[in-house]
């Protein structure tokens, strides 16, 4: 789904707006769903990235889409900016200094493998974002990350520990692994 010009403004304005409001402990204005371009009203998944002076400030987002697109992106942008328990809540002067990023997300797909190889084998650097699960435990990393991590393995020693398991634990079998991809949209 590649979005027009005017969807990822709207998308941007109604994420900095609820940034904006919520740095200022208020809730984000409401959206009007039928004042909002037809796509954006189509349930979508999304994450929301703040970057500050070029660094990570906050991420927050969904990996399925249960709710319209721009609700989606406006409950990640406020998640992205109070709840990433990696920081500090945005502080209402730091608004204006955030760079927003939103990632669109296709629907995850699962990805059999049969050994630690394969999976390896099978992950496309800088195009899979890639979700890991054991048991309850889960984490995802967007495709950008490849950008830091080009390295398979790397990839995935990160990614099981963020999941909160041994860096290894993707040469397991008890692993279930999904692969999805993004429309990233950056701030101009």
């Not at 397991?172 to 949209?185: C, S």
Request: hydrophobic share 40%; aromatic share 6%; proline share 7%.
């Amino acid at each position: 789904m590649s979005l027009s010009q005017a969807e990822r403004r709207y998308l941007f304005n109604v994420a900095r707006e609820s940034i904006a409001c919520a740095a200022q402990g208020h809730d984000p204005p409401p959206v009007e769903l039928d004042t909002v371009p037809e796509r954006l009203q189509q349930d979508g998944a999304s994450f929301v990235t703040l970057n500050q002076n070029g660094c990570l400030r906050g991420c927050i987002g969904s990996l399925e889409a249960y709710r319209p697109l721009v609700l989606d992106v406006q409950q990640n942008a406020v998640g992205a900016a109070l709840r990433d328990p990696r920081f500090p809540p945005v502080r209402p002067e730091e608004v204006a200094e955030l760079t927003i990023e939103i990632s669109v997300l296709t629907l995850p797909q699962p990805l059999d493998y049969d050994s630690a190889d394969d999976l390896l084998d099978r992950l496309r650097a800088g195009v899979d974002g890639v979700v890991i699960e054991c048991g309850w435990q889960r984490a995802t990393f967007l495709p950008q990350v490849w950008d830091k991590l080009p390295d398979k393995e790397q990839f995935l020693e990160r990614l099981c520990l963020k999941a909160g398991l041994a860096p290894d634990a993707y040469r397991g079998r008890e692993l279930d692994v999904w692969t999805y991809q993004v429309e990233k949209l950056k701030e101009e």
